[in-house]
């Protein structure tokens, strides 16, 4: 058996390990979508989706070969960013019926993508491992069935360790039982937590 050393890269995923922490990036994987797109040099956005972009079903001239390549690059990329979920299982919901407003969204997205191409998970050995999670549902953004989308975050310490940004798989008559239902799929999730950690 030969030792290898510590682990520095991994399926695209960087590994930058100290005496006392540990931080996964995907810069390199990242900056390749970027070039893939000739994305590199546009103009840098602080949020990764555009307030007043209407997503709706259509089937219009889009090219929806690279549409599907970037969600799957995308997709890939929110293990280490986070902060993309949301609005990437947002727009990949519209693989089948695509139009500009679309492409429009993601496009907004590599350009949040440009400014925190190295966003990443930090993991500090010793710090307090409290588990705390959070819950929530969106309504507004999908006009086309009016179904809710929950979505929670849980955080052991400051590390987000598991998120999840999902259509429910049901309708809902109020905002309420929306509620009670995304704070179910979270509940479900800290149960399976927390019986490693006692």
């Not at 997503?55 to 280490?80: D, I």
């Not at 987000?160 to 039982?177: E, F, I, L, N």
Request: charged share 15%; hydrophobic share 40%.
């Amino acid at each position: 058996m030969t030792d290898l050393n510590l682990i520095t890269r991994y399926l695209g995923v960087q590994f930058h390990c100290t005496s006392h922490a540990l931080l996964l990036q995907q810069t390199a994987y990242a900056h390749s979508i970027l070039a893939v797109t000739n994305m590199e040099d546009s103009r840098p956005t602080l949020v990764p989706y555009q307030d007043g972009i209407i997503l709706r079903h259509f089937m219009l001239s889009v090219n929806a070969t690279l549409y599907r390549q970037l969600m799957g690059k995308l997709l890939y990329l929110t293990r280490t960013h986070l902060d993309l979920a949301h609005v990437v299982g947002l727009v990949s919901r519209y693989m089948q019926a695509l139009e500009e407003s679309h492409m429009a969204a993601v496009e907004a997205t590599m350009c949040y993508l440009c400014q925190y191409p190295s966003t990443g998970l930090y993991f500090v050995e010793g710090e307090e491992s409290n588990l705390l999670g959070f819950s929530n549902i969106v309504f507004a953004h999908v006009l086309d069935d009016r179904i809710f989308t929950g979505a929670y975050i849980f955080v052991l310490g400051t590390t987000p360790v598991s998120w999840s940004s999902k259509k429910q798989t049901t309708t809902t008559r109020s905002s309420c039982g929306a509620e009670y239902r995304a704070l179910s799929n979270c509940n479900c999730e800290a149960i399976w937590f927390w019986k490693p950690l006692t």
